[in-house]
């Protein structure tokens, strides 16, 4: 009894982590207006679960070292970033918000570590379930924290800080409802409704990027679960369909936005191709190492007001509305490899995971890594500020690598009895 109140409350810290890495404990706060919990309250919980994924990984660190070794370029990535408070166009500003990628990384092992990928998704899916539950309450409750009124009048954010944030979560948290294996018919109800509470609440966020990611990594998932087990030459011509239909969209996002720019839309949606083009001019400044974490897009940036001027005189960009610009911004174009190779690799894993196994839940990794992937085209989602976005790449890439060796000793161990019980027969 006292073994299962552990685990019970180990999976409600995990979901507490993912909600905090979201930023779905600082519902409300913008530059005018304080969040809803105090932020005594969000610093507590950042620190508290930072430090007890640092302590469960150092108890349990010969399966953390065995996780870490199954993708050595993210370890090769993350010293790079936190180095580059050295070379930063802003050291102190870079400096100030290191600290995230520490919690990012060690909440990301921990995950890995403990977990494995059934797990692992049940628990994505509970976390925003529960964020689209507690978002429909905060609109209703506090409709100034979970509204937007000037810039998108009637956006959804819910918890989360911008529309095309809390409709990114929904994506990912229906990605997960849509995959996580239930027991009985009971789970089925809830699986299916929290399935269609969280596409209303993308709807409902308004975020066409997320609407359009949704459909395609729907749409590649149904026909891949439809036909993935019909033999060889079927595997194949879906593993192309993937990458082909992927690149395929990817340019579909990308004129997407431009597309909207017809229709007056307001600069964060718009010319962000022309913004583009600026940034590159400067990235050449700084080709192999970047500009730093973070800084080119700090206060009072020259880069950032010059970028935004290829928009309009008055808009002052955020970020580049494309993650792996940023990720270039940040690290150069060595950080930006290092991550395209980890990339790959985990999504040949991924590959080779979801067609050795029924199991709908092995098809997880594949699907985060289309959303991941397709997200970033036309948002930044990747090492930007402390998300939760890195912290599921990290676990996915770190997680499959050692669901793969496990699958393949199953298997060759479940072939050696079948070939005993034939030999007896002989």
């Known amino acids: 009894m006292k073994r299962k109140h552990l685990e019970i409350a180990e999976k409600a810290f995990v979901i507490v982590g993912l909600t905090f890495f979201t930023g779905g ?206 033999g060889k030459r079927s595997i194949v011509l879906i593993d192309l369909g993937i990458l082909i239909i992927g690149a395929i969209s990817a340019l579909v996002l990308t004129l997407w936005i431009e597309i909207l720019s017809a229709f007056g839309k307001d600069p964060t949606l718009t010319g962000r191709l022309p913004m583009w083009g600026r940034i590159f001019d400067r990235l050449m400044e700084q080709p192999l190492f970047g500009f730093g974490r973070g800084a080119f897009w700090a206060e009072e940036s020259n880069y950032a007001i010059e970028a935004g001027m290829a928009v309009t005189e008055r808009y002052l960009p955020p970020h580049a509305h494309n993650g792996y610009i940023d990720l270039a911004l940040d690290v150069g174009l060595v950080g930006l490899s290092l991550f395209l190779i980890s990339l790959t690799i985990t999504y040949f894993r991924s590959l080779k995971l979801a067609y050795n196994s029924q199991n709908t839940e092995n098809i997880w990794p594949l699907a985060f890594l289309l959303f991941l992937s397709l997200n970033n085209m036309s948002e930044s989602y990747l090492l930007r500020l402390a998300n939760v976005y890195w912290v599921l790449y990290m676990t996915t890439a770190l997680s499959v690598g050692k669901e793969i060796k496990n699958h393949t000793f199953q298997q060759k161990l479940s072939d050696k009895k079948e070939n005993y019980i034939l030999s007896t027969f002989k």
């Open 25 to 230: 404990f600082e519902a409300g706060a913008t530059e005018t207006t304080p969040a809803l919990l105090s932020p005594t309250i969000v610093s507590t919980v950042r620190y508290t679960v930072w430090i007890l994924s640092l302590v469960i990984v150092v108890f349990n660190y010969k399966k953390a070292l065995t996780t870490a070794s199954q993708d050595i370029f993210i370890w090769i990535l993350t010293p790079i970033v936190y180095a580059s408070s050295i070379w930063s166009l802003d050291p102190e500003y870079t400096e100030k918000f290191m600290v995230e990628v520490l919690q990012m990384t060690s909440f990301g092992l921990y995950f890995a570590t403990r977990f494995t990928i059934k797990q692992q998704v049940r628990l994505v899916a509970w976390t925003f379930a529960i964020g689209a539950v507690v978002s429909i309450f905060v609109v209703w409750r506090y409709p100034g924290a979970g509204l937007h009124w000037h810039d998108h009048p009637g956006s959804w954010k819910g918890i989360y800080d911008y529309k095309n944030t809390f409709g990114s979560m929904m994506v990912i948290g229906s990605i997960a409802l849509f995959l996580v294996p239930v027991d009985n018919l009971k789970h089925q109800r809830y699986k299916w409704g929290f399935f269609c509470l969280s596409l209303l609440m993308i709807y409902f966020s308004t975020s066409k990027t997320s609407l359009i990611v949704a459909f395609l990594v729907f749409v590649i998932l149904y026909f891949y679960r439809k036909f993935r087990w019909q």
